[in-house]
């Protein structure tokens, strides 16, 4: 099991610090190359640049009053959840589908119903001990 994680391209966690202006400020980004590609799909769908996205992703942030403390863990964090939709195949990676039609509202609730499922599920296993 652990080859398929070994023998990956060693590029993957190799950092990378790119440089970009959000309002005006210039800011610096490091991310392992990994993550900057899959940013790049993403940007990519809805025909934006990386910078763009980034950009987006701070402002809407902002505006759900996130705490966005860590910055870069957020991305890491959107670009896990976008792979984890799509391999749960509530999205795909097709890249001629833009993300802004995704219906994220139920998306979202399809979400929330199902981990309500799995945490009802894993506290009735917790409470019939084998």
Not at 36 to 53: K, N, T, Y
């Amino acid at each position: 099991m652990c080859q398929l994680f070994i023998g990956a391209n060693q590029d993957c966690w190799k950092n990378i610090t790119r440089s970009l202006r959000i309002d005006g400020v210039t800011t610096s980004i490091r991310l392992e190359h990994f993550f900057w590609r899959i940013l790049e799909e993403i940007a990519f769908r809805d025909d934006l640049s990386v910078g763009q996205l980034i950009t987006r992703l701070y402002h809407e942030s902002l505006d759900a009053d996130h705490d966005i403390g860590n910055f870069t863990s957020f991305l890491r964090v959107c670009c896990g959840r976008y792979l984890s939709l799509a391999a749960d195949g509530e999205i795909t990676r097709d890249a001629l589908d833009p993300l802004v039609e995704v219906n994220a509202e139920k998306l979202l609730e399809r979400e929330k119903t199902a981990a309500e499922k799995r945490k009802a599920r894993f506290a009735k296993s917790d409470s019939n001990p084998h």
